[in-house]
């Protein structure tokens, strides 16, 4: 898994840089529990079937929150392919359980692998992905359950869902000022979250 300081750059504020910390914490500590069981693993860059065929990549408000900033740090051209590839994407998530990652590039390598959600570290196979998806230990997958719900309750004022939908209302900025403020207010969005189910994360967490 890699990860970055991300402290400096994308969480100004004191609230959301001891959350971007204890993110990435959270993200080593799953690959430190699970490396005994996916040093295995067949996956390998160009390998993109978790990109495409397992319904969805979502990702909590703070992983987006992180994903738009390091978008902002690109070239104005490769953000604006982006903005056009998350409009499609929204548009054929809307339509189908399957939508191709608007981040999956021409040579099926991940545009944000350095910033990319807990969704899809967690993912692997040891054997190829074909018609049944990805071969995973179960101890990994409960291990993976156990840090998703330590994730949503880090980030207990946002919300979870589809990684295209989750930057869209981050942009939105009456949503962005609540949210980067600490507030929780899910009335504000609600038929937002129905139209695209998206979730609450305090309640997520309190049910895992």
Known sequence: ISTRDWSSDVCS???????CQRLQQLYGEFEEAVGPHTSGAVCRPGCSDCCTN???VDATTLEGWIILNHLQNLPAGVQKEYAKKLKNNRKDKSSSKFARCAFLRKDQTCGIYSVRPFSCRRLYSVAVCGETGPTVHR?????????????????????????????ALL???????????????????????????????RFLAARS
Not at 173 to 190: C, H, M, T
Not at 191 to 200: D, M, P, Q, V, W
């Open 54 to 56: 397992v319904g969805t």
């Open 13 to 19: 504020s004191d609230l959301f840089r001891e959350k």
């Open 139 to 167: 101890g990994v997958w409960q291990i993976a359950q156990q840090t998703a719900a330590a994730i949503q309750a880090l980030d207990d004022t946002g919300y979870s869902g589809h990684i295209s939908f989750i930057l």
């Open 171 to 201: 942009k939105d900025s009456k949503f962005r000022s609540v949210y980067l403020d600490g507030g929780f207010d899910p009335g504000a969005i609600e038929s937002y979250a129905r139209e695209h189910s998206i979730s609450i994360n």
